[in-house]
């Protein structure tokens, strides 16, 4: 399915899993819905705003660059694991702002060049690193529980254009065999950290 061209306004999509999906190019979409129901194999932007509306991903999105879309006052649902919101170099061809994220699961998603204070982060037990470069050093000086280190070490391995990133406690917690307590004590050390209940 190609949808592209086009300005739609209150028009709900729905993305299936069997064939590959193309939103774009100059794809408009205004108080709409996106109901995607596809891995990241089957999904592809060849450039869509975004404005208002819903993006529910109902399948785990892994690994996905959301390149040449610009997103505002999006609320998004559903599980994105590794994915990329907002652009590394250019926000004329990436963007995010003013999107919630409230009732989505983010592990080790990337929020890249936006403002992350008119951002609805997930709530506890994901947790959220503002400015993970500037945590870096702190990550590295601690003795952390070994995996815990690593991932903290990822997360905070970063450029500046990266201005959060987010993960998903539970899943930390269960390989670390420690409790969601145990590793929120952990987590709220860390500089710039952002726990919403």
């Keep these: 399915m190609n949808i592209k061209e086009k300005s739609l306004t209150k028009y709900r999509i729905d993305l299936r899993n069997d064939v590959v999906n193309i939103l774009g190019p100059n794809l408009e979409l205004n108080e709409c819905e996106i109901i995607s129901n596809c891995e990241t194999e089957a999904i592809a932007i060849a450039g869509i705003k975004m404005n208002g509306g819903v993006f529910e991903q109902n399948r785990s999105l892994v690994n996905f660059n959301f390149e040449k879309a610009h997103f505002n ?34 592990d080790g998603c990337r929020f890249l060049r936006c403002d992350p204070n008119y951002i609805q982060f997930p709530k506890w037990p994901c947790f959220t690193i503002i ?67």
């Design 131 to 197: 400015s993970p470069c500037e945590a870096r050093q702190y990550v590295l000086s601690r003795n952390w529980p070994e995996k815990i280190g690593v991932i903290l070490s990822i997360y905070t391995d970063t450029d500046p254009e990266c201005v959060a990133v987010t993960g998903d406690a539970s899943r930390i917690a269960k390989k670390n065999r420690i409790t969601l307590l145990e590793l929120r004590e952990l987590l709220l050390k860390i500089p710039n950290i952002l726990i919403v209940d």
């Design 73 to 106: 006052n999006v609320l998004f649902k559903g599980n994105y694991i590794g994915c990329d919101f907002g652009d590394w170099d250019l926000e004329e061809r990436s963007s995010i702002s003013n999107c919630d994220f409230s009732l989505a699961l983010l």
